[in-house]
């Protein structure tokens, strides 16, 4: 579910943070939500997805298992 409204005419999909350490898996979602007018960051690791989350991010698909930070460690941060 987005955070967007209907009347949200400048974006109508949102922002979608992908966080995958597999370049592979992290390709195909991007290539999958790009085709479907979705913008996407990328991330390949728990840390950085917490660093490049911020306001505009409506989802974040994260892996559990990535080096750095693993992807619970990182949504706990992100939820704070």
Do not use: W
Not at 26 to 37: V, Y
Not at 60 to 76: E, F, N, R, T, Y
Request: overall charge negative; charged content about 30%; proline content about 2%.
């Amino acid at each position: 579910v987005l955070n967007h409204s209907k009347d949200d005419d400048d974006d109508p999909t949102g922002f979608v943070l992908v966080a995958e350490d597999n370049e592979t898996n992290r390709l195909f979602l991007t290539s999958l939500l790009k085709k479907h007018g979705y913008q996407v960051i990328e991330a390949e690791n728990g840390a950085e997805a917490v660093e490049k989350c911020n306001d505009k991010v409506d989802v974040v698909l994260m892996d559990v298992h990535m080096p750095v930070l693993d992807g619970i460690s990182a949504a706990k941060l992100i939820a704070e």
